[in-house]
């Protein structure tokens, strides 16, 4: 930064007192960022300062609304934290360790997760994906989207891939189909919400976007 | 006050609880997802962050002081510090805010308080004590009450704060200290 702050100019006693605030605010720059943020872990009167500069602001916390939830975070979270239930299920395939969610110990606890987010109030909702070679049906109560495949599993090389595709068009993988049926746990579906089944190489699209052919897509609406 | 409800989750969660650190997901998540969307404004990142959070949260969950504040608010202050660090790590030109449409979205946070219907929120901050906060901003000119609140809330830099102002850095600075100051003699009066 070209131009200088003055930091003598203000009473001694303040400095530390300003600094703290200007932490919490979050306006300072990375590595002043950083140097207050050392301090707060080390020294115990500069860490009471930024607590109650957390408390003198925390009323602006109101400012925020509730933001979407990705369902496919909390398991994530929970297999970085407790390891993925089943990983050792699949030791050849490399999936990524997010992907692994849908099996059953990971399924039940994001069910009951999803259930809880959910007003108990919407009404079902439904989508048929037909294709040409294959085709799904689909329907969600609000917490775990049910999906059945009639027609040919994916071949030895290649998986099938869940996406949901909402109004900001971009596609959100809900994981990989690979048995007759599955249920999984979602909490952001909404009517209009578009289901769309796509071929990927074994293990899912690689970088999270679709990158096979869409095989079968319609939208949910209300039964 | 009525109790604390993700006060005492977060302090189950310390005690290496895995079905109080779930519940307090459920509980938490769509708040907390809402300051990332504030802060850093992109979807992929904010489930990156998100999962970063929460993994902070179980690590740190035992720092947590009842005595200090609400669960809440603890949680709400370890989510910014974490979108800030990743905001301020950002290149320099790339940390400024890039979407300017979602900062004139013209809301003020303090209205959402003085708001009755906003009544969800005043969990946050108990009733009396909101209302002489909402004044002691309100004491302030109004410029620097906006700074110090965009600076909060949408994790503008003094850098972000002098050109949507207009001024040089170093008032901004200055400006923005004072009003720090002023807030802190208000509140602690």
Redesign the interface.
Known sequence: ?S???DAGA?PPE?HD??TA??Y???????RE?QAA?ERAELDGGFSRRV?QW?????????????????A???P??ES???GAPQAAAAPARRVPAWRLWLSGGVVA?TV??AV??WPQTEPPLSAQLTGEAVAFNASFDGAVLQIARAGDAADADHDYELWAIGA?G?PRSLGLLRGESAQIAASDLEPGVTLAVSLEPLGGAPD?SPTGPVLAAAALAVN | MPDDIIGSLLQRTATQD?SAF??L??ET??????????ILGN??E??DA??EV??RV?QRAAQY?PD???G??WL??VT??HA??R???RPERA?MRQEVARDEDG?D??D??ADPT?GV?AG??AKG??RR??NCFDELEEDRAAA??G???Q?????D?AERHGV???TM?TW??RG??R??EC?DR
Do not use: C
Not at chain 1, 54 to 66: F, H, K, P, Q, S
Not at chain 2, 29 to 38: E, N, T, W
């Open positions: 930064m131009d200088t702050f203000w303040d007192d300003l605030a200007e919490v605010l979050g306006v300072l720059p990375h960022r943020q607590s957390e408390g003198r602001l925390a009323v602006l916390n109101a400012a925020y609304e509730d933001g979407p939830v990705n496919a975070v909390y994530r979270i970085d934290l407790f606890a009951v997760l809880i987010f900001d971009v999270g | 895995r779930q519940q997901y459920s998540a769509p708040k907390l997802s809402g300051v990332l969307f504030r979807r992929t904010v489930d998100m999962q929460y993994i179980w002081r200090r504040g609400q809440i608010s709400i202050a910014r510090n800030l660090d905001l301020r790590a940390g809301q946070p303090l959402r308080i906003a929120e946050l901050v004590e909101a906060v909402v110090v609140k600076a909060y809330v994790g503008l830099s003094y850098q704060l040089p850095l170093n600075r923005l200290r720090l100051l807030l802190r509140m």
